[in-house]
T-cell receptor, first 112, second 116 residues
């Protein structure tokens, strides 16, 4: 059974810092890995999708990498801003089914 | 264009009552998913619809849960004889046809269900 783990569970940083969120998964037979953002009381916003054949994806200040063989992904946020405060979730889509398996999330707080 | 919409946004019900939750996917998206997000359980898959194929119901927690998708568009998730442990946020997502793993799932705002 696929298990997805995110470290750390919570992170508090001052504005302007660069930071890294980590995600690991146990079964490397995946189609893709997605990073989402969830604001309190809201749904999920898709940030980046990395296909299994890709190494990284970039969008603005966000960069996500994928090492499928080791079962790891990182989300790098450059020059963090208070508006980045949210819970960040990673999820994998396995080749054996059409569902996403989610990690527990990292709750990020960026202090002004 | 419009994103995934869900209704109601909040629902409070009494234990034992039935509830229906609605999802309107993004126009043109043939795949539709239901997930549940509850405290201590994280986000878990419930059911998946793809076109006219038989749905993948393997994530439904009990036979009190059912879902249908009419006309390949709108979906309704029904919970019969609700229990307090059904209290959670129910999220719907849609995506273009799958099979390649190249497309993202787009989520609605969710329905917050509270069973008293």
């Amino acid at each position: 059974k696929q298990e997805v783990t995110q470290i750390p569970a919570a992170l508090s940083v001052p504005e302007g810092e660069n930071l890294v969120l980590n995600c690991s998964f146990t079964d490397s037979a995946i189609y893709n890995l997605q990073w989402f953002r969830q604001d309190p009381g809201k749904g999920l916003t898709s940030l980046l999708l990395i296909q299994s054949s890709q190494r990284e994806q970039t969008s603005g200040r966000l960069n996500a990498s994928l090492d499928k063989s080791s079962g790891r992904s990182t989300l790098y946020i450059a020059a963090s801003q208070p508006g980045d405060s949210a819970t960040y979730l990673c999820a994998v889509e396995e080749t054996s089914g059409s569902r996403l398996t989610f990690g527990e999330g990292t709750q990020l707080t960026v202090n002004p | 264009g419009a994103g995934v919409s869900q209704s109601p946004s909040n629902k409070v019900t009494e234990k034992g009552k039935d509830v229906e939750l609605r999802c309107d996917p993004i126009s043109g998206h043939t795949a539709l998913y239901w997930y549940r997000q509850s405290l201590g359980q994280g986000l878990e898959f419930l059911i998946y619809f793809q076109g006219n194929s038989a749905p993948d119901k393997s994530g439904l927690p009990s036979d009190r849960f059912s879902a249908e998708r009419t006309g390949g568009s709108v979906s309704t998730l029904t919970i019969q004889r609700t229990q307090q442990e059904d209290s959670a946020v129910y999220l719907c997502a849609s995506s273009l046809y799958r099979g390649t793993g190249r497309v993202a799932q787009y989520f609605g705002p969710g329905t917050r269900l509270l069973v008293l």
